[in-house]
């Protein structure tokens, strides 16, 4: 389908993270409007200023990014991918109305697409497109409100960002088609790195449901290092769903940041369930009086994975709730880390804010760390926040087992019940049977007992 | 001579080197309901947690034989599958696990043991409703989390509910009475009563008197300090309700002495 071009020949050799040659975006430079280019040439050299995180940097603690530092990355090359629609089909959730845009090694791939027509106001595209249609929302919007401070990542995804979607919801439009992205990464030559960048606009009085998925070729060592920008207009409300099944050696490195408009609703939904080093960024920015921000996560740890959540809600204005509830399931020995900042500015009172961090060890190796940060500058707010580490309750599983359940039924009994609660946040029922079924794969006890 | 349905012989128990269980004999037939009945910290509740199969007790002397075989050998599932049921004292709030889905699980799990077919969604709303109403339990406690939130009567009345349902061979009743209004105890008793028969043996385990005004038992024992000291007919619980645990300890004290 596609020749081969000077690009890809020049995008075959493999180059250290570190020492990512300039040239490349210059060369991207050409076919980019002036605005992009340089806001990418700038990205990068913030990013060749920062260099990857060190542990000594607060937000970056609790992770070792040695293998990921270690790895020498090439970018994928553009052109035809050797994926298969059976393949799509079975790495696709089972939506039967959603839009599909599929991605394939960080690009695009419109064959693999289910573009169906959209509601007349809601107008989906992937950045590509969006450079070449008339639209300004990318010029308007991109890159304004993610957070680039500590975060190389971000820059990083800024510096080389060339594909992702752009959605935008018009005024006052219910989307009910869910939209889904399916972002898929296959084994290359060696190990590549894809920065796949969305833009959502939810103008005043718009709903939508985002759903983001990753996946990858089981074995495959690679990184994603996504960023996702969403605005939430005012009495908007955006339902965003992250799942990270990527295969267990690969990375994945997530910002979601959400900007909040007056009387604006997001409900954000992350499941964590792949990758040997997981990093999972999420960051309302409430500037708007009587939002109410949701982040509602569940993180599965087997094997070695490192798993990593920080999250940063900023109350900028008064009057809003924000609601952080994760929860971790570890077991062999895997490690989960919660982080969850919490910043009031100085003028937003009546702030509620709720912070919620549970943990279940299901083995002796397994770890789990969780940090509440709160920065509360106003004076008359309500910040809650709670953290419990802990096993399966022992009196729970005696009760179950004296009703004639066998050790590991029960088991898996009580771990479902502890990640149901995450399902049963959501609004999806496609997704929440789906994860259901992955869970009871991946989770241990499960698999063999029927629950 | 038929085999007895529970024979506890010599059993001596402690948690972490402290002994509480200090030498039971008994015996318990097909059709027989027994009382425990005696003071808080006597090791009534050891005993009932000791057959359902709670590990945190070590068994230092004895053994307990169910239907002759070997009870304290088996795992608790095992012995729920077997037909031993113990009704809690304080039964465990389990959240996110519907009431339907954890019965569903059990009275398939005991099915499956006995080599039966598991039972489909209907016929196990069947058996549920029917059980229900014996126990006048309100209809939603059905779609609720396993006792999460119920109040102290319909906790008790749901473990008299699930006993109902899981149909047991032998059945113990710890302190099912504790907490519970007179109405309430009539309601659970009239259950317990309902599951009366020949085949089944019964061990209730109370503090008080007042829970055999409604389930007459056949033999009645006191225990005290980890053994049973005085066992007899009905009307020994009569007896210690008129004169109370400290008859007993005056007359073991006299015998001592």
């Known amino acids: 389908m596609t020749t081969m071009t000077q690009n890809q020949t020049m995008r075959d050799n493999s180059w250290l993270l570190t020492e990512l040659p300039e040239s490349v ?5 050409a076919r980019m409007p002036k605005w992009l280019a340089d806001i990418r040439r700038s990205a990068f050299r913030q990013f060749t200023a920062d260099g990857l995180p060190s542990a000594k940097q607060e937000k970056w603690r609790q992770i070792n990014l040695r293998p990921i530092r270690e790895t020498a990355f090439g970018l994928p090359a553009d052109g035809a991918t050797d994926v298969s629609e059976a393949e799509v089909v079975g790495h696709s959730l089972p939506f039967v109305d959603a839009v599909r845009l599929v991605f394939v090694n960080g690009r695009y791939a419109a064959e693999l697409s289910d573009a169906r027509a959209m509601p007349s106001g809601v107008t989906v595209q992937t950045i590509r497109e969006a450079l070449k249609s008339e639209s300004t929302i990318l010029e308007t919007h991109l890159t ?5 401070d500590d975060d190389p990542f971000v820059s990083l995804n800024t510096a080389l960002l060339d594909d992702g979607v752009v959605v935008h919801i018009e005024k006052n439009i219910t989307c009910d088609t869910p939209i889904y992205l399916l972002c898929i990464t296959t084994a290359a030559d060696g190990p ?5 960048r969305n833009l959502i606009i939810a103008e005043d009085g718009a709903q939508a449901t985002i759903v983001e998925d990753y996946v990858g070729t089981d074995g495959e060592v690679y990184l994603t290092n996504a960023v996702t920008e969403l605005v939430v207009g005012e009495d908007a409300h955006l339902h965003h769903y992250l799942l990270e099944r990527e295969s267990d050696a690969a990375f994945n490195v997530s910002t979601l940041t959400a900007y909040h408009k007056t009387s604006s609703t997001l409900s954000s939904h992350t499941v964590l369930l792949g990758g040997a080093l997981v990093r999972n960024n999420v960051n309302p920015i409430i500037d708007g009086e009587h939002c109410h921000s949701l982040l509602n996560g569940l993180y599965i740890g087997r094997g070695k994975q490192h798993i990593d959540n920080l999250m940063r809600v ?13 929860k971790g399931i570890l077991t062999d020995e895997s490690r989960g880390v919660f982080a969850g900042r919490i910043i009031v500015s100085r003028d937003a009172q009546k702030i509620d804010a709720v912070q919620s961090n549970q943990s279940l060890l299901l ?14 500058y106003a004076d008359d707010v309500k910040c809650t926040h709670g953290a419990t580490i802990g096993e399966l309750d022992e009196e729970a599983l005696f009760y179950l087992e004296s009703r004639g359940l066998a050790e590991p039924q029960a088991k898996a009994m009580l771990v479902h019940a502890f990640a149901g609660e995450s399902l049963e946040r959501m609004n999806l029922p496609v997704v929440q049977e789906a994860l259901l079924q992955m869970l009871t794969q991946r989770l241990p006890f499960t698999s063999a007992a029927n629950v | 001579m038929t085999t007895p349905i529970l024979e506890i012989r010599n059993l001596h128990a402690g948690i972490e080197g ?11 037939n097909a059709g027989e309901v027994h009382s425990i009945m005696g003071p808080n910290g006597s090791g009534k509740s050891t005993l009932a947690q000791i057959l359902a199969g709670r590990d945190a007790y070590e068994i230092s002397e004895g053994e307990v034989l169910y239907n002759g075989k070997d009870l304290l050998d088996m795992d608790p599932n095992v012995r729920a599958c077997e037909g031993v049921f113990m009704a809690f004292q304080y039964p465990v709030e389990i959240p996110g696990v519907k009431m339907t889905q954890f019965l569903k699980a059990a ?13 489909d969604a209907v016929e196990l709303m069947g058996l549920f409703k029917e059980k229900a109403k014996l126990l006048d339990l309100p209809n939603d406690l059905m779609k609720r989390a396993v006792n999460e939130g119920f109040s102290g009567g319909e906790k008790k009345r749901a473990e008299i509910f699930q006993m109902a349902v899981l149909d047991p061979t032998f059945c113990v009743l710890d302190e099912t009475d504790s907490g519970l209004d007179i109405d309430a105890l009539r309601t659970v008793a009239e259950g317990v009563n309902t599951m009366r028969n020949d085949k089944r043996g019964f061990l209730v385990i109370t503090h008080y008197q007042r829970l055999l005004d409604y389930i007459v038992p056949d033999h009645v024992h006191v225990m005290v300090d980890g053994k049973i000291v005085r066992s007899g007919g009905k009307e020994l619980a009569l007896e210690l309700e008129d004169k109370g645990y400290s008859w007993v300890d005056e007359k073991l004290a006299g015998a001592a002495g």
Do not use: W
């Open chain 1, 363 to 376: 083995s002796e190796a397994a770890r789990a760390n969780s940090m509440p940060q709160l920065e509360i």
């Open chain 2, 107 to 119: 009275v398939n799990s005991i099915r499956e043991h006995h080599g039966k077919e598991a039972l």
């Open chain 1, 314 to 326: 900023e109350h900028r204005k008064p009057n809003c709730e924000s609601r952080q509830f994760y």
């Open chain 1, 25 to 29: 975006i210059e060369h991207d430079a």
């Open chain 1, 144 to 148: 304004k409100y993610v957070n680039a």
């Open chain 1, 192 to 196: 590549i790195i894809t920065h796949p």
């Open chain 2, 18 to 28: 402290m002994d509480i269980i200090k030498g039971i004999d008994l015996t318990i």
